[in-house]
């Protein structure tokens, strides 16, 4: 079921509850105002019959002559009023009612939920010649009830007339807020495609603007956040190019000639002449040379003591390096043994961006001195923190680095967080949230 389906449902059933109620409540207040005009009248055309037949003489009054009076008066014109003389017979006075029209006439229904049963009033009156009359009043509410009509339809009609303006200006507006939400779903099925570049326009609703600026703001982010993938990948297959490169380098400079010089010395030892003892010194050496060379690529590919002896060692034998090649640079480890016990994909990780932060502190930060800290909190979690005094930079620079972003792509695939915080001349420091499982 659509919002605009459930909407109408629920703006109709409102509608019907609005024009039921307050047709009950105009047929209540009608039956009140008929009820009491009735009242009135009767209560007044005793009181008049009673004051006139109590003042009057014999000489200046005859109630033939007064009543048809009394009944021509306006508000007598719901009863009927009859004099019954002593002898029984009864005297009518027919009122000038004005005649009603078909057309002017209450629906039955309506009369039936309107009228109420009147009971036949009467009231003994004596009269100028000293005989008891007895006074008879019935109610005859129809011209009342065909006022009250006439005021019920006007209401009828000016609530059903507010009803359908209500039901109008609500659509409308539902139609406003659903063509905005139009606009911003198809705009996040373009998102979903990738194209991060998709903004959506302003809204005159502050609602709907504030969604679609905070949408913008996200799209942007996502197009900031694949470009620096983008950039990275292709720095990264950069890099992995130029190790392919340089490592074809060292192989065809160092175990490529080296091995030559040892496949000559042995086709030179196979002469009678040759100085065996010298031939085979040579070939040790140049096999030294070789381990040599090979360990060092290989440390650099992967380096096995972190695999062999653990993250802490291989961290302290990282540290001794890089202190070997930069004396100047005091370099200090705070890390407990519990971290051996790490997954090896975690490891890894930790290690590159030690050795990361360490290249960038030797080539960037012209530090005295290097604090590195691991710590496993609870259990559960792992706090790395390098922190250096050197020069620092500004916090709009952080993201121009593909170290940086580099490393905090790697916490981010351990599902951890990494933070940078720097200033000008007041050192960097990188702490990095690693979950554990």
Not at 127 to 154: F, R
Not at 174 to 200: C, D
Not at 237 to 246: A, C, G, V
Request: aromatic residues 6%; proline residues 3%; contains cysteine.
């Amino acid at each position: 079921m659509s919002l605009r389906y459930q909407i109408n449902i629920r703006i109709l059933f409102s509608s019907l509850c609005i024009l039921i109620l307050g047709g009950s409540m105009a047929i209540w207040q009608a039956r009140n105002a008929v009820n009491k005009e009735i009242d009135s009248s009767i209560n007044l055309a005793v009181q008049l019959i009673t004051f006139g037949f109590s003042q009057a003489s014999q000489a200046t009054f005859n109630e033939t002559d007064w009543l048809p009076k009394l009944k021509s008066l306006k508000q007598t014109r719901h009863l009927s009023i009859q004099l019954k003389e002593p002898s029984g017979q009864i005297i009518s006075f027919a009122h000038k009612n004005r005649q009603t029209e078909a057309s002017e006439s209450p629906p039955h229904w309506f009369i039936n939920l309107v009228a109420d049963k009147y009971p036949q009033a009467e009231h003994q009156i004596t009269s100028s010649s000293g005989e008891q009359i007895t006074l008879i009043i019935e109610a005859n509410p129809l011209d009342e009830i065909i006022e009250v009509w006439q005021e019920s339809v006007i209401f009828f009609l000016s609530l059903f007339l507010l009803t359908a303006l209500t039901f109008l200006a609500i659509n409308l507006a539902f139609n406003k807020a659903l063509k905005s939400i139009t606009i911003i779903v198809e705009a996040l099925k373009t998102i979903e495609t990738g194209h991060y570049q998709q903004k959506l326009p302003d809204f005159s609703t502050r609602e709907y603007d504030s969604i679609a600026k905070a949408i913008n703001h996200m799209t942007g982010e996502l197009n900031t956040t694949q470009q620096e993938n983008r950039a990275l990948t292709q720095h990264s297959l950069e890099i992995q190019e130029d190790e392919r490169q340089r490592l074809s380098q060292e192989l065809h400079d160092e175990l490529g000639q080296s091995l030559s010089a040892i496949k000559v010395m042995a086709a030179t030892a196979a002469h009678e002449k040759a100085d065996i003892k010298k031939t085979t010194e040579s070939i040790i050496n140049i096999c030294d040379h070789l381990m040599t060379v090979v360990r060092s690529m290989m440390h650099q590919l992967h380096p096995l003591i972190l695999t062999e002896l653990g993250l802490k060692t291989a961290l302290e034998d990282l540290l001794n390096h890089w202190s070997v090649r930069n004396p100047e640079l005091k370099l200090d480890l705070v890390c407990p043994d519990e971290v051996d016990n790490l997954e090896q994909k975690i490891t890894i990780q930790v290690f590159r961006v030690v050795q990361e932060c360490l290249t960038n502190i030797v080539r960037h930060a012209k530090a005295e001195r290097t604090i590195i800290i691991l710590a496993i909190k609870t259990g559960k979690v792992l706090n790395l923190e390098v922190t250096d005094n050197g020069q620092g930079c500004a916090p709009a620079m952080i993201k121009t680095g593909f170290g940086l972003l580099g490393m905090r792509e790697r916490i981010n695939s351990l599902d951890g967080e990494l933070t940078i915080q720097t200033q000008p001349g007041q050192g960097m420091s990188i702490t990095a949230t690693i979950p554990l499982k």
